[in-house]
């Protein structure tokens, strides 16, 4: 007598369609935030960001001030324009 008991488990927990995306590409939402603490705006080349060096970045800014790693930081459109306003007057002293 061959009896098999069928152990079916027709509702197994399978995916639940409800995982979070993360990682939309939304024109919205950027990827990089920028690099100036305190400036909650994108860095995205998208939403008009520059990745500046570092070293030029410390010209006007406080090294404190500034977040994120490697050589070259990625900052907002409106810190970009604050960074080339400082620079030109920092050029304009014509060493
Ligand atoms: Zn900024």
Redo the contacts with the bound molecule.
């Keep these: 007598m061959g009896f098999k008991s069928k152990a079916r488990r027709a509702k197994e927990a399978d995916g639940t369609s409800s995982t979070k995306k993360r990682r939309g590409r939304d024109l919205e939402d950027g990827e990089k935030p920028?690099a100036?603490k305190g400036?909650d705006?994108w860095a995205d080349k998208s939403h008009g960001g520059r990745s500046i060096a570092f070293d030029n970045l410390a010209d006007v800014w406080d090294e404190d001030d500034l977040v994120g790693e490697g050589r070259r930081l990625a900052?907002?459109k409106?810190?970009y324009r604050h960074y080339k306003k400082e620079k030109k007057e920092d050029e304009s002293q014509t060493w």
């Design positions: 920028c100036v400036c705006n900052i907002c409106p810190c």
